[in-house]
Structures are given as structure tokens and as C-alpha cells.
């Protein structure tokens, strides 16, 4: 039995070893090709656990020979920095790769700034959340390179489980094991494209497995219940969880039921449901708006009741809300409107409040011509109650429009009654 991890063991020592990421360092693209003639640029990272963002940071070592240092920025401070900036002293260059890059602070960063702009050191950064918001923008702009990796395929994983499988030096090649490709097929399933976890599961599933003539039989009862205890990756905090939120909503308003529920099985895995409640009640507003107007108060029930309930049974009042609100007609017109308006007053478009539309409910208010107002409750006008000719917005800004309604659902009946109150004011 072996000290190293699987996972450890297969990762690849040059970048023709690499599986998956085909679009980010395959034979066809110029990544590839500038490490071939030994030439490596700066470059972040970007993409969720074990898709392969060290194993290529050390194929890409492995294939240049450049000297290569690890460090993690959960642990590394400014001294290990400083240590290996004395190492570029004895070597001229090297390839730093720092795991975690997000994790270190701006002035950490900084450090580094001068040795990465000449040349000394060849940053591979790696972090699992977005460059974009975590990582210094001085970095990044000395990163010639800045790649989000994809999770791996259930091909790409089948190769991988394979290849460690028959691997005699690094992987599992030296021992007996009678698994059938199906087997294989519900492992690279059960990994969720991560495939440190799939070798890991790999690993698991031969040593948990009865032995035969020196045979590793592997059940699908192993499987399964190995598979169970994987998880769900999400974190509350990270990128993959503010992508899934967008996802979520995305597909609300696509009217994708499947993939709507799909986003919010996963989100509720992760264990989040405050966050998850509140980007559905946006939702409600957002994307349903005057549409549906009753939706709204539908997902507040629902809401409310899962957080009366709690995970796991809120799960069940929050797919009635996601379902209603992919199939309900949809409009954006309300809140379209507003920011027009909130547009209008930050570029100061802004105009003196008519007189008669004055607070007057104090002594003096007429005095200050703060008179005029007609009360629109005294104009009864058939079945829409009570409405009045009278200017509202300040003179300078007479005639703006902000809304316009959208033909969809309950909004075409209020559209239709918008447009003849415009009439109206002709």
C-alpha cells in the first residue's frame, strides 16, 4: 500500500500528461505551444477544487525545468517571499506557484510586483475565487495570461480513473482489480468533474473492497455508499456560489423549470437558505414584476414558510415558488423605470417640486404659495376610482417618460390603462 495519496501521485509531470482543459492548454492553443519552445508567462488560475489548476502549474514546470516553488497563501507569509526572491539570486528565474493567491493580502502582493514585472519570477497563481474581485489588479495586469478552468468531463474522468488504474508506477497498476467499465463510469459520475475527489473515490472504493485471490472485487454497494459521502462543492462565501445565485436567477427567467430546480437543488446543498431566500424574493420583482403582481406575495409565503421549517422540508415550499415563477409571464418594466429615474437625479436632472404638491398641513403653507392641490379621490372616474388633470413632475422636467409597460400577463391590462390616462393628460 502506498504513503502518497492517488491523487497525489497521478498528477501529471509534463503538460501532454494534463486531462481535460483542452481549451486552456491543449496541443492546439498558444499556451501550450509558448511552453513547448520554453517559454512561460505570468498567470492566474481561476476555477473551483480539483479541476486541475496545480496539476498544471507543476506539468508546466515539469516540462520547462525551470526551478519551481510552491507555496500556499493560507500558510506562506512575506518572509517565505522573501526567501524565494533570494533563491532568483543563485537561479536568474524561476516559476513561483502560489496556491490560494487570493488569500494574500494587498502589501504581500505587492512584493512580489517588482520580480514578476522583471522577469525573475514567473507567477502561476492559482485561486478558486473570481481574479477579478480578489486578486490585486496590479497582479493582474503582469499576468500575460488569466484562464478559468472548467470541471473536468465524465470522459475526462473516465480517462483519468483508467489511466490510474493501469498506472503500475504512480497509480494502482501493481494490484488486482476486477472493476467493469460501467463501474467506472458511475465513479467518474459521482466526482462532479473534480478529479482529485474522483481518485480519491477511486482509492477508497479498492481498499474498502473484498479480496479474492489477491483480487480487489469491486461491488456497486461500495460505490454507492462511497459516493454518498462525497459532497457537494459550494462555498458560502465563494465564487461558485455567487455563479450558482446567477444561475438560479437566469434560468427563472428563461422559464427553465429543469435547470432552475437543478440550481436550486444544488444551492440548498450547499446549506445556505437565507441567501438562497433573499435572490428568490429579488427574483419575484425583478423578472416577474407587474406581470404577475401576486407572485410576490406567493414567494414571501414561500419564504416564510421554509424558514419556519428549515433544510431539509423547506426545500419543498421553495420549488413551488421557483416552478410558479419560470412559468408566469415575466416583465422588468418597473424597476426599468426607476433606475431611469435614479439615472436622471444622479446626472442632475432635478427641478423645483410644484407648488400645490407641497407639504400644506402646517400654518404659513399658503403664505408660501403652497396652495392648489386637487385631490384626485373628489374626480371619480368610472370603475378606476378617482383621477384629475394636474402637473406632478417639476416643470423643467414636464413630458419625461420613464415607464413603458410591456404586453405580458396582468401588465397588459395596466399598460392599457396607462395609456388612456396619457391620453387623458392631452
Known sequence: ???????????????????????????????????KNGFVPSMLLYGEPGIGKTSIAYAIAGTTEIPFVALNATTAGKKDVEAVVDETRLTGKLILFLDEIHRFNKAQQD?????VENGTIILIGATTENPFHDVN???????????????????????????????????????????????????????????????????????????????????????????????????KKGSNFYNLLS?????????????????????????????????????????????????????????????????????????????????????????????????????????EIPKHLRDGHYAGAKVLGHVGYKYPHDYPIGTFGGWVKQEYLPSSLEGTKYYEPIEAGEEKRLAAIYRKLEEFKK
Not at 222 to 231: M, P, S, T, V
Not at 287 to 310: C, Q
Request: glycine share 8%; net charge neutral.
Open 1 to 35: 500500500m502506498y504513503g502518497e495519496p492517488l491523487a497525489f501521485r497521478m498528477r501529471p509531470t509534463t503538460i501532454d500528461e494534463v486531462v481535460g482543459q483542452k481549451e486552456i492548454i491543449g496541443k492546439h492553443t498558444s499556451l501550450y505551444k509558448m511552453i
Open 247 to 351: 444561475s438560479l436567477q437566469k434560468s427563472i427567467r428563461g422559464s427553465d423549470v429543469d435547470a432552475a430546480l437543478y440550481y436550486l437543488a444544488h444551492l440548498l446543498e450547499s446549506g445556505d437558505l437565507v441567501a438562497v431566500n433573499r435572490r428568490l424574493l429579488v427574483i419575484a420583482f425583478e423578472d416577474i414584476g407587474l406581470a404577475n403582481p401576486s407572485v410576490g406575495t406567493n414567494v414571501l409565503s414561500a419564504i416564510t414558510a421554509s424558514e419556519r421549517l428549515g433544510l431539509p422540508e423547506a426545500r419543498i415550499p421553495l420549488s413551488v415558488a421557483v416552478v410558479e415563477m419560470c412559468l408566469s409571464s415575466k416583465s422588468n418594466s418597473a424597476y426599468k423605470a426607476l433606475d431611469k429615474a435614479i439615472s436622471d437625479i444622479r446626472a442632475g436632472k432635478v427641478g
Open 111 to 115: 512584493y512580489l510586483l517588482p520580480h
Open 137 to 235: 489588479p496590479a497582479i493582474r495586469s503582469r499576468c500575460g495570461q488569466i484562464k478559468q478552468l472548467s470541471r473536468l468531463t465524465e470522459d475526462d474522468i473516465q480517462e483519468l480513473l483508467n489511466r490510474a488504474i493501469h498506472d503500475k508506477q504512480k497509480g494502482l497498476g501493481e494490484l488486482a482489480i476486477q472493476i467493469t467499465n460501467e463501474q467506472i463510469q458511475k465513479i467518474a459520475r459521482g466526482s462532479g468533474g473534480d478529479a482529485r475527489k474522483s481518485l480519491t473515490l477511486l482509492e477508497s472504493i479498492v481498499y474498502s473492497s473484498n479480496k479474492e485471490n489477491d483480487t480487489y472485487i469491486i461491488q456497486d454497494e461500495i460505490i454507492d455508499d462511497l459516493i454518498g459521502k462525497i459532497g457537494v462543492y459550494g462555498d
